[in-house]
């Protein structure tokens, strides 16, 4: 870490603390905490596998909130096969002229998966309203139809979780301001999420109509506080885990046995190896 990002980091801790934000996470108490999770997400695919079950995790939230990365902290050690991430891009042409969730619905889970949508068929109550993508009768019968939509996928077995992750406007200013000076991260920045920028409480009232649409007994909301990326990806995941009934099944402890080699002599071949500057 620079002399620079050091004095930025304690210059943001004394306004965390002027604030009344916790204070941040420990990286070593993060990451042990983070590690014991990944072992319960393992169990939870073998036994999702095991039973055929039918899990859909739905990721919402303000821009910057943290669902790129609290996704990425679920899936990062578990199976793609079974965690399948999906992040539709714009519709096309062909998928406008369908039903507004059919392009949805063939990404839904089947037996022994686990489908997780960075944003999903909500699009159409908070960014589609409110960029003028929809009209607002077409938005109103979206959050009309939705309920009975998860209402019969609940019905046919699927486990449906709803996240909504929430984010202070300073946060949220301090986040993407970030993404314009670092390298790493100016793909983040989108031309949407700059016209989006200032448009902070018309997002506000997309979502509390949202809310008071389509929370329902059967598909409720969660919020997650995401001010502090480590803590919502920590509190999210035990809240995951606590919200699907699992079991760890018997493990067979693998053995390596001993490996002959030497049988084959390797032709000289003359590899292409590539460059090794590190």
């Given at each position: 870490m620079s002399h620079k990002d050091s004095k930025q980091n304690k210059k943001q801790k004394k306004k965390d603390e002027e604030a009344g934000k916790p204070e941040k996470l420990d990286r070593k108490a993060y990451e042990k905490e983070l590690e014991r999770l990944h072992v319960?997400?393992?169990?939870?695919?073998?036994?999702?596998?095991?039973?055929?079950?039918?899990?859909?995790?739905?990721?919402?939230?303000?821009?910057?909130?943290?669902?790129?990365?609290?996704i990425k902290a679920i899936t990062e050690r578990v199976s793609p096969r079974v965690y399948r991430v999906f992040a539709l891009p714009a519709p096309t042409e062909r998928e406008k002229s369908q039903m507004y969730l059919q392009r949805y619905f063939k990404h839904f889970p089947a037996a022994g998966e686990i489908a997780i949508f960075d944003r999903s068929w909500y699009n159409r109550a908070g960014v589609e309203r409110v960029m003028g993508f929809c009209t607002d009768e077409q938005a109103e019968d979206f959050l009309n139809?939705?309920?009975?939509?998860?209402?019969?996928?609940?019905?046919?077995?699927?486990?449906?979780?709803?996240?909504?992750?929430?984010?202070?406007?300073?946060?949220?200013?301090?986040?993407?301001?970030?993404?314009?000076?670092?390298?790493?991260k100016v793909w983040k920045l989108s031309p949407m999420d700059l016209k989006s920028y200032d448009l902070w409480d018309?997002?506000?009232?997309?979502?509390?109509?949202?809310?008071?649409?389509?929370?329902?007994?059967?598909?409720?909301?969660?919020?997650?506080?995401?001010?502090?990326?480590?803590?919502?990806?920590?509190?999210?995941?035990?809240?995951?885990?606590?919200?699907?009934?699992?079991?760890?099944?018997?493990?067979?402890?693998?053995r390596l046995g001993e490996r002959k080699t030497g049988k084959y002599q390797a032709v000289d071949y003359p590899f292409k190896y590539i460059p090794e500057p590190y």
């Open positions: 319960e997400l393992v169990k939870l695919q073998q036994w999702v596998v095991h039973k055929g079950l039918k899990v859909c995790i739905v990721f919402e939230g303000r821009d910057g909130a943290g669902k790129g990365g609290t139809a939705a309920p009975l939509v998860e209402r019969a996928m609940v019905d046919s077995g699927i486990i449906l979780l709803k996240y909504w992750l929430e984010v202070s406007p300073e946060e949220q200013r301090r986040r993407l301001e970030g993404r314009v000076d670092d390298g790493r018309d997002y506000t009232r997309a979502r509390d109509k949202m809310f008071q649409a389509t929370d329902t007994p059967w598909a409720p909301w969660y919020v997650a506080k995401a001010e502090d990326k480590k803590r919502l990806r920590l509190n999210l995941i035990s809240h995951l885990l606590a919200h699907i009934p699992y079991e760890e099944l018997p493990q067979t402890k693998a």
